[in-house]
């Protein structure tokens, strides 16, 4: 299958600071991306999807100022968690998605976030 | 609201045994199924997909569709300890910009 990567894989800091997460396609380009957050024991959920060379669309909830994203080329979408705090460590995970068909989407490792 | 329905488990099965694990879902303009597993701590791997009503193969695992009873449905053959992880069917409707809804999850547990 495709490989999707992220960087980084674990990230602490401290309340107040912004973090960001890369998702890199590695062999294939996606022009869509998409963005989740899973915490322990519950299903992964979507936040936004991200649209290379356009805004992200985010779903209800979600503080688009808060996490904001960027989709500047073919290969990689970033998400900035700006001023963290503890209720917002979680796990999150990026997907990219190979148009067609059946329209797969190919999940990276993820990034465990932890805000003291 | 469109949803995706799992039994949460654990559905536990004796090495070497088939696991089956099942899914409903709500939209009916759902158009691709997938499963993905997921171990814990880690993202979700895609297991396989199916679009058609009927079966679909792929080595131990088989994906059975029937889109009038809005079920899809995984088989795991010959169950490994190595199978256990938590298995997330997912539910793709072109209505919704090819967002997938996920389940909850069912959490498999294959006993040696």
């Known amino acids: 299958g495709a490989v999707v990567s992220q960087h980084p894989s674990r990230v602490i800091c401290k309340s107040g600071t912004s973090v960001k997460i890369e998702c890199r396609s590695l062999?294939?380009?996606?022009?869509?991306m998409f963005w989740y957050r899973q915490f322990p024991k519950q299903s992964l959920m979507l936040m936004a999807t991200s649209n290379e060379g356009s805004k992200a669309t985010y779903e209800q909830g979600v503080e688009k100022d808060k996490f904001l994203i960027n989709h500047a080329s073919l290969t990689l979408s970033t998400l900035t968690v700006t001023s963290a705090h503890p209720e917002d460590s979680s796990f999150y995970i990026c997907s990219a998605l190979i148009a067609g068909a059946y329209n797969e989407q190919f999940f990276g490792p993820g990034t465990r976030l932890t805000v003291l | 609201q469109k949803e995706v329905e799992q039994n949460s488990g654990p559905l536990s099965v004796p090495e070497g045994a088939i696991a089956s694990l099942n899914c409903t879902y709500s939209d009916r303009g759902s158009q691709s199924f997938f499963w993905y597993r997921q171990y814990s701590g880690k993202s979700p791997e895609l297991i396989m997909f199916?679009?058609?009503?009927g079966d679909k193969e792929d080595g131990r695992f088989t994906a059975q569709l029937n889109k009038a009873s809005q079920y899809v449905s995984l088989l795991i053959r010959d169950s490994q300890p190595s199978d256990s992880a938590t298995y997330l069917c997912?539910?793709?409707?072109?209505?919704?910009?090819?967002?997938?809804?996920f389940g909850a999850g069912t959490i498999l547990r294959v006993k040696s």
């Open positions: 062999d294939f380009q996606a022009t869509t």
């Open positions: 997912a539910v793709l409707s072109m209505e919704y910009g090819n967002k997938l809804v």
């Open positions: 199916i679009y058609s009503n």
